[in-house]
């Protein structure tokens, strides 16, 4: 089955720094790559996502690129802000938008 | 639309007590899933349902969790002799297989069910 790696685990910047979030993926039928933010106490919500068949994605401040061939893909931050402060995880999903396999999380923590 | 919602928010039980928690997902989404996060950690996924079929179960869920959605809308959860290890947030996510004539994969979550076992 599918197999989710993120790093790092936790991540601190200055307000207007960049972040990025890296996640390795196992399963090469793999297809579709959302990015959750989850912040304290919250559910996790959409921000960002990917299909296989484009290489980056861009949404203001926030960007995903895939890389299919190494598996692995990452979320951009640019600009960062203290609001962005969360934990984002990964996922990855078999051919059928079927369940998703997240990743383990990253704590981002933006000091102003 | 409300949004996805679970109750209970919150549940304390004994060791060997039976729970049950409840997930009402968005009216028109026809796949529903259950998760389990614990501290520091992603939702680990539990099984999911398409309409009122469940379509897979983790290979890592004890026999103890069994989950229903009788009708295709709401469902539930139960965790039959509960142990100290089910201690978790119990996540109940929707999606629509098909939204303005294209898949989506989005989930939409709920706020979840915390369960602690004493």
């Known amino acids: 089955g599918e197999n989710v790696e993120q790093h790092p685990s936790t991540l601190s910047v200055q307000e207007g720094d960049s972040a990025v979030i890296k996640c390795t993926y196992s399963d090469s039928a793999s297809n579709y790559f959302p990015w959750y933010k989850q912040e304290l106490g919250k559910r996790p919500q959409l921000i960002i996502d990917?299909?296989?068949?484009?290489g980056e994605k861009k949404d203001q401040r926030i960007a995903v690129t895939l890389n299919k061939t190494a598996k692995h893909f990452s979320l951009h931050i640019t600009e960062t802000q203290p609001e962005d402060s969360a934990v984002y995880f990964c996922?990855?999903?078999?051919?059928?938008?079927?369940?998703?396999?997240f990743g383990t999380g990253t704590r981002l923590l933006v000091s102003p | 639309d409300t949004g996805v919602s679970q109750n209970p928010r919150h549940k304390i039980t004994k060791r060997g007590q039976n729970v049950t928690f409840r997930c009402d997902p968005i009216?028109?989404?026809?796949?529903l899933y259950w998760y389990r996060q614990t501290l520091g950690q992603g939702p680990e996924f539990l099984t999911y349902?398409?309409?009122?079929?469940?379509?897979?179960k983790s290979r890592l869920l004890s026999d103890r969790f069994s989950a229903e959605r009788p009708k295709g809308s709401f469902s539930t959860l139960e965790i039959q002799r509960t142990e100290q290890g089910d201690s978790a947030m119990y996540l109940c996510?929707?999606?629509?297989?098909?939204?303005?004539?294209?898949?989506?994969?989005?989930?939409?979550f709920g706020e979840g069910s915390r369960l602690t076992v004493l």
């Open positions: 996922a990855a999903s078999p051919t059928g938008f079927q369940k998703l396999v």
């Open positions: 996510a929707s999606s629509s297989l098909f939204k303005a004539g294209r898949n989506t994969g989005e989930l939409f």
């Open positions: 009216s028109e989404h026809n796949r």
């Open positions: 349902f398409q309409n009122e079929a469940q379509l897979e």
């Open positions: 990917i299909r296989s068949n484009v």
